[in-house]
């Protein structure tokens, strides 16, 4: 690495013009590939209306993409000389204000501008997170700095603003992008990753710190545009010999090691690797097993080996079938005897099998149930289902060998699943319910009814199970009932809250209302509106009627009042006004000293009425006003395009009760992955969550709409409530871990891995 200041410099600008050259040459590669997901989610089945809205935003894209890569390279380019891309608001959206010039909220657009901006550049560091840090501590370095600047063309949350901004200029809206979100944040988490890996690379070279290890994960086949940016710019660079393009791992040949980000990715790599070392060992003793997983159509299993599984499946069913009417009791049929059964099964049916490959799928079969039924965590009364299902199992693992090579096989998924809802009971000291005992009991006698149906039959029962485990908690738990009762209650209310407060602000954006009154209206009668009508029957009660003219009388009182009429009006008006803001902030849980302080700023806002510094409301625009607030529910957004996060509701702290536990704060500052994650977490699961002082197992009951809110419940009953974000930051912060650190299936795949490694010959006897 050269040594003089000015040298270095001149290296870190280099860099900086040969990613911005790199991004220029690349952006139009990244616009098709953004087009052409475009076109497949378009292909997929949907509803009527959803279909119409893809194929609608491809025949959109189509005509405004060359205007939105124009942009951004246009955008870009204002980087080449000095390495720096303003980062200032997209677009230099300009802020609302009311015809007084006085300030008012920010609209609903610029919000949610922000947002997605920041949801992009989010997504470029999850992926992109090990890259940047290498090559954020090497710039430093050369420049000899402690950061880089904000505008830097290196930060990822310039390339998200110029991204989003040329987006709008180019015509597309907000809901297109949230359309094509999953695909935007994919393509351009690739195309930064891949940036930053190829800047690393030369200055590797460049001996620019090589004890920062050069991720050797990228793989150079979706864009080239970084490449051929550095190959054509580091010849001349100063005090340095020629260089090719490529690191020390030679990027353009490297095979990628792929690196999801998260838990929950992690886990599917773990699932993976674990699937991947249990085929390496069968491949080493029977290479044509791995042949099987490769064949076009695997062949089905011999007849004589159906007939085998046929008969051991009723066998195994009459000798574990509880008593009539009455729950399998861990007497009834020992955890021994079961094991035993199905070893005697096991060797009949390895008699009848023709070939080398079906024996060993028997074998490593039998060890995977081995492992289930040993499981201490199932309960007793349960494990007869669990041992009832290797038959069905067997018959499907013979035909599909892809059970053993695949993580998302529906029938290591439904496993999966009914052991993550059972598996905590019996450290709870509870038994399962009657009803999710009776539907496992259930689920396996459909499997067991239709033997020739394989890998659909699975996919329809764990269909069904979801979709049962969902009514459970809601309505047939007596643990949970309440609390998801309780839970949807607030979802309703905030849902309701911020659909009154987006369309408030549409309905008074041009209209002078004092700003106290404004603010009122936003910050806490929606909030008493949505919860009258939750209380009292819907939108239509009466009492929810009367809020909503409360609302119309005081943005009426609060217009100048010039006229003696007026004022007196307003004066005889004024008491039964306050008297009903009152009685709605107390409905609504609105303290006491916090209602008084409202009042206060609403007699002050009152006041410039009287003094006519208020502005004069036409009278037609306030019949206009009053109209549409009578009607208000029918301009309403759609509940399914709210969003209940912390932009638009801080403290849900209001709806704490005895039953139910508002998590309001504690955790870290989550990442994408994190937020990913906790979006994935599947009901009925069981998770140690460690808050207000109590370590303790608690069950995922509930998730709302687009699982903004979730409900977790004790063995107790009691429920804790956590907004999506808050519940990203526990995970973060590893306050709330999953009761099982790897599925009932990875588990028993792991033992079957360990029984082998000891005596690989019981694959071939």
């Not at 930060?155 to 603003?161: D, I, K, S, T």
């Not at 409360?550 to 307003?570: P, T, Y």
């Not at 009691?718 to 790897?742: C, D, K, N, S």
Request: glycine residues 6%.
């Amino acid at each position: 690495m050269a040594t003089s200041p000015s040298t270095q410099s001149a290296l870190a600008q280099q860099a900086r013009r040969a990613y911005v050259e790199g991004a220029l040459r690349g952006l139009p590669g990244v616009v098709q590939a953004i087009e052409k997901g475009a076109r497949a989610i378009a292909s997929q089945s949907a509803e009527p209306a959803l279909a119409m809205k893809r194929r609608d935003l491809v025949l959109d894209l189509q005509k405004a993409a060359p205007f939105w890569q124009q942009g951004m390279i246009s955008m870009l380019r204002s980087g080449l000389t000095s390495g720096m891309v303003s980062a200032s608001r997209p677009g230099d959206l300009p802020h609302p204000s009311t015809r007084s010039g006085s300030l008012s909220l920010v609209d609903d657009d610029t919000i949610e501008h922000e947002i997605l901006s920041s949801r992009l550049a989010l997504a470029m560091m999850d992926r992109a997170s090990w890259e940047f840090s290498d090559l954020r501590s090497r710039i430093n370095q050369l420049e000899r700095r402690e950061e880089l600047d904000p505008n830097d063309a290196f930060r990822p949350h310039v390339l998200a603003r110029i991204a989003t901004a040329s987006w709008r200029a180019a015509g597309l809206s907000l809901e297109a992008w949230r359309v094509l979100q999953a695909v935007l944040h994919e393509e351009f988490a690739q195309f930064v990753e891949e940036g930053y890996h190829e800047i690393n690379a030369w200055l590797v070279q460049r001996r620019v710190m090589p004890e920062v290890d050069l991720r050797p994960y990228i793989k150079r086949s979706v864009n080239s545009a970084w490449v051929g940016s550095v190959a054509s710019g580091v010849h001349t660079l100063p005090g340095g010999t020629t260089t090719s393009g490529h690191g020390r791992m030679g990027v353009g040949e490297e095979t990628r090691m792929m690196t999801r980000a998260g838990p929950l990715a992690r886990g599917i790599d773990h699932a993976e690797a674990v699937l991947g070392r249990l085929n390496k060992l069968i491949g080493r003793q029977l290479p044509e097993f791995v042949a099987t997983q490769q064949a076009a159509a695997p062949a089905p299993a011999s007849p004589a080996l159906r007939a085998a599984i046929s008969d051991a499946q009723q066998g195994i069913a009459r000798r574990l079938a509880p008593a009539s009417g009455a729950r399998t009791e861990v007497g009834a049929v020992s955890t021994p005897a079961m094991l035993e059964e199905l070893h005697q099964r096991k060797q009949a049916l390895k008699q009848a099998a023709a070939t080398p490959v079906e024996r060993a799928t028997i074998e490593i079969v039998a060890l995977l149930f081995q492992s289930i039924l040993t499981e201490e965590r199932i309960p007793a009364s349960v494990r007869v289902w669990f041992a009832r299902l290797q038959m069905p199992v067997l018959r499907v693992a013979v035909s599909e060998p892809d059970f053993f090579a695949t993580v998302d096989h529906p029938a290591r998924k439904l496993i999966d699943r009914m052991g993550a809802c059972v598996m905590g009971f019996d450290a709870t000291g509870r038994a399962v319910a009657d009803l999710l005992e009776k539907e496992i009991k259930r689920v396996v006698q459909v499997v067991e009814a239709y033997p020739d149906t394989g890998r659909r039959v699975f996919q329809t029962v764990l269909t069904e199970f979801e979709k049962f485990l969902e009514h459970y908690f809601k309505n047939a738990n007596e643990a949970s009932r309440k609390g998801v009762s309780l839970a949807q209650q607030v979802e309703q209310r905030e849902t309701m809250a911020i659909q009154y407060t987006i369309e408030l602000r549409k309905m008074l954006n041009e209209v002078p209302v004092q700003e106290g009154v404004r603010e009122f209206l936003f910050q806490v009668w929606a909030d008493v509106m949505a919860m009258t009508a939750v209380k009292s029957g819907g939108a239509q009660s009466e009492q929810t009627k009367a809020m909503k003219r409360a609302a119309a009388d005081l943005i009426w009182s609060a217009s100048a009042k010039v006229s003696r009429e007026e004022r007196a009006d307003v004066i005889r008006r004024l008491p039964p006004l306050l008297k009903t803001l009152r009685e709605g902030m107390e409905h609504a849980g609105v303290p006491l000293d916090k209602q008084d302080e409202h009042i206060q700023k609403l007699n002050n806002s009152l006041a410039a009425a009287f003094t006519a510094k208020a502005a004069v409301i036409p009278h037609e625009r306030l019949e206009e006003l009053m109209g549409r607030l009578e009607t208000l529910e029918e301009l309403l957004p759609e509940a399914a395009d709210v969003e209940i996060d912390e932009s638009m509701v801080l403290d849900l702290s209001g709806h704490e009760s005895s039953e139910l536990e508002v998590v309001g704060e504690g955790g870290s500052m989550p990442t994408p992955a994190m937020v990913a994650w906790a979006r994935e977490l599947q009901v009925g699961s069981w998770y140690m969550l460690d808050y207000r002082g109590r370590n303790e197992q608690v069950q995922l009951a509930w998730q709302g709409l687009r699982k903004q809110l979730t409900l977790f419940v004790s063995p107790q009953g009691r429920g804790i409530l956590f907004q999506q974000h808050r519940l990203a930051a526990f995970l973060q912060a590893g306050l709330l871990v999953p009761a099982q650190e790897e599925s009932l299936t990875v588990k028993a795949t792991r033992s079957a891995l360990a029984k082998l490694d000891v005596d690989p010959s019981r694959l071939l006897n």
